[in-house]
């Protein structure tokens, strides 16, 4: 045997002796969790059927320390969330689903719109739930990482959601974090705020949609929404206005904003009365600068980011008819839209790098394919897709072939004009 063999066997045992040195810690972790499990309501029968010999997911941790909504620009982020085929699938929705949402509201006080923005921006209307299987997401999470006490407490709700038996445990898949269903509640979230309101006896955020929808109602109301209330006005600062020191928490009543010159994004004025909102501009002074009110702070709690609760805010304005922002984002490579993205993936492609699957989602294959095209375009190399890179890449494709003419075909049809 070669030295290099030598070291290459001695290598990999001690790759494998760590590995299964970390399985066997991971089991041991999650044994240790019994009593504590127990003592929160998790029978002993229901721990040892979802828990035992539960493999770790390290994926997960990775993702632990990543939150888009934290580290993406938002003019990327409000570009992939808010656009027009996410607009036209919630229009839809808000007509096939009016007559539960009508009850929805009745119970809630929550208006439809907004109810289908949370449902739009967590799961695309329930065609992204996530691939993560929860019991195992947590289990993960709850033994290797930063925050384990709080992932623990996640994963004795999962287990107690099982136990009652509301969500079979084959459909209980979510997000790495434990999100799951239509819109995403957290297991702790499901257990203090979840309803049956298909009245079949179960809650059930995986399959029900009146569950689904019911459930974010139930959720905003307690979060402090307010029927009739707007969640903020898009508006336009005075020339030279300081935002510093200003914020969503800073309120001040309309009247006062009104007095420092600030009126509505389309040059009207801020709407009369006393009502007190916040000051936000999540891109400073130079970019969209709303006025928020309570209701803001309702969207926020659902996530705890400005920016995701601006997703929700202007999708549920967008579903009533509304426009998209007045004032610009401060970039000059503006955020493309998730038709946008495939095209970039399909061009991307066409030049011969592997992307893998054309789905807007822009991983890792496609980053490394970005970086690369930027290097060979001149542009800076940073992975993040654009609409610099989109109309460089548009401008070097060759035209499109023109169609083929539809060979004409016998019909057995009296109407020349009907379709066959």
């Given at each position: 045997?070669?030295?290099?063999?030598?070291?290459?066997?001695?290598?990999?045992?001690?790759?494998?002796?760590?590995?299964?040195?970390?399985?066997?810690?991971?089991?041991?972790?999650?044994?240790?969790?019994?009593?504590?499990?127990?003592?929160?309501?998790?029978?002993?029968d229901t721990f040892d059927r979802h828990v035992e010999g539960l493999a770790a997911d390290l994926t997960v941790i990775d993702k632990l320390n990543f939150q888009p909504e934290f580290r993406t620009p938002i003019w990327d982020y409000l570009a992939g969330l808010v656009d027009d085929?996410?607009?036209?699938?919630?229009?839809?929705?808000?007509?096939?689903?009016?007559?539960?949402?009508?009850?929805?509201?009745?119970?809630?006080?929550?208006?439809?719109?907004?109810?289908?923005?949370?449902?739009?921006?967590?799961?695309?209307?329930?065609?992204?739930?996530?691939?993560?299987?929860?019991?195992?997401?947590?289990?993960?999470?709850?033994?290797?990482?930063?925050?384990?006490?709080?992932?623990?407490?996640?994963?004795?709700?999962?287990?107690?959601?099982?136990?009652?038996?509301?969500?079979?445990?084959?459909?209980?898949?979510?997000?790495?974090?434990?999100?799951?269903?239509?819109?995403?509640?957290?297991?702790?979230?499901?257990?203090?705020?979840?309803?049956?309101?298909?009245?079949?006896?179960?809650?059930?955020?995986?399959?029900?949609?009146?569950?689904?929808?019911?459930?974010?109602?139930?959720?905003?109301?307690?979060?402090?929404?307010?029927?009739?209330?707007?969640?903020?006005?898009?508006?336009?600062?005075?020339?030279?206005?300081?935002v510093a020191g200003q914020g969503r928490k800073v309120r001040q009543p309309l009247s006062t904003w009104a007095a420092a010159g600030l009126r509505l994004a389309d040059g009207s004025p801020l709407p009369a009365g006393t009502e007190a909102a916040g000051l936000m501009t999540p891109?400073?002074?130079?970019?969209?600068?709303?006025?928020?009110?309570?209701?803001?702070?309702?969207?926020?709690?659902?996530?705890?980011?400005?920016?995701?609760?601006?997703?929700?805010?202007?999708?549920?304005?967008?579903?009533?008819?509304?426009?998209?922002?007045?004032?610009?984002?401060?970039?000059?490579?503006?955020?493309?839209?998730?038709?946008?993205?495939?095209?970039?993936?399909?061009?991307?492609?066409?030049?011969?790098?592997?992307?893998?699957?054309?789905?807007?989602?822009?991983?890792?294959?496609?980053?490394?394919?970005?970086?690369?095209?930027?290097?060979?375009?001149?542009?800076?190399?940073?992975?993040?897709?654009?609409?610099?890179?989109?109309?460089?890449?548009?401008?070097?494709?060759?035209?499109?072939?023109?169609?083929?003419?539809?060979?004409?075909?016998?019909?057995?049809?009296?109407?020349?004009?009907?379709?066959?």
């Amino acid at each position: 045997m070669t030295l290099s063999t030598c070291c290459t066997a001695a290598a990999l045992a001690l790759t494998c002796s760590t590995a299964l040195a970390q399985a066997d810690e991971f089991s041991r972790c999650l044994a240790d969790l019994k009593p504590a499990a127990q003592a929160a309501g998790v029978r002993g029968d229901t721990f040892d059927r979802h828990v035992e010999g539960l493999a770790a997911d390290l994926t997960v941790i990775d993702k632990l320390n990543f939150q888009p909504e934290f580290r993406t620009p938002i003019w990327d982020y409000l570009a992939g969330l808010v656009d027009d085929e996410r607009v036209e699938q919630g229009r839809a929705l808000l007509t096939q689903h009016a007559e539960v949402l009508a009850q929805v509201q009745a119970r809630y006080r929550v208006d439809p719109a907004t109810v289908v923005a949370v449902w739009g921006v967590e799961s695309n209307f329930g065609q992204t739930f996530g691939k993560y299987p929860l019991v195992q997401a947590l289990g993960t999470l709850s033994c290797i990482g930063r925050r384990q006490a709080y992932f623990r407490g996640e994963l004795f709700a999962t287990l107690r959601i099982l136990q009652a038996g509301h969500i079979a445990p084959e459909r209980l898949v979510g997000s790495w974090a434990g999100a799951f269903g239509h819109t995403q509640f957290m297991p702790s979230t499901f257990e203090r705020l979840a309803v049956d309101f298909d009245g079949d006896g179960r809650r059930d955020l995986m399959d029900s949609v009146p569950d689904a929808l019911g459930s974010t109602a139930n959720f905003l109301a307690k979060a402090g929404w307010q029927d009739g209330r707007v969640w903020g006005w898009e508006v336009r600062l005075p020339a030279g206005f300081s935002v510093a020191g200003q914020g969503r928490k800073v309120r001040q009543p309309l009247s006062t904003w009104a007095a420092a010159g600030l009126r509505l994004a389309d040059g009207s004025p801020l709407p009369a009365g006393t009502e007190a909102a916040g000051l936000m501009t999540p891109a400073g002074a130079a970019g969209p600068a709303f006025l928020v009110t309570r209701n803001f702070d309702a969207l926020y709690s659902y996530n705890a980011a400005e920016s995701y609760g601006l997703a929700i805010a202007h999708l549920s304005d967008r579903l009533r008819g509304g426009s998209p922002f007045a004032t610009p984002w401060p970039t000059d490579d503006a955020g493309l839209s998730r038709a946008e993205r495939r095209e970039v993936q399909t061009l991307l492609s066409a030049r011969g790098h592997d992307i893998g699957e054309v789905d807007g989602m822009l991983g890792d294959r496609s980053k490394a394919a970005v970086r690369a095209e930027q290097a060979r375009l001149g542009h800076e190399v940073s992975g993040r897709a654009g609409q610099r890179l989109l109309k460089a890449l548009r401008a070097e494709a060759p035209p499109a072939a023109p169609a083929a003419p539809e060979p004409v075909t016998p019909s057995s049809s009296s109407d020349p004009a009907r379709p066959s």
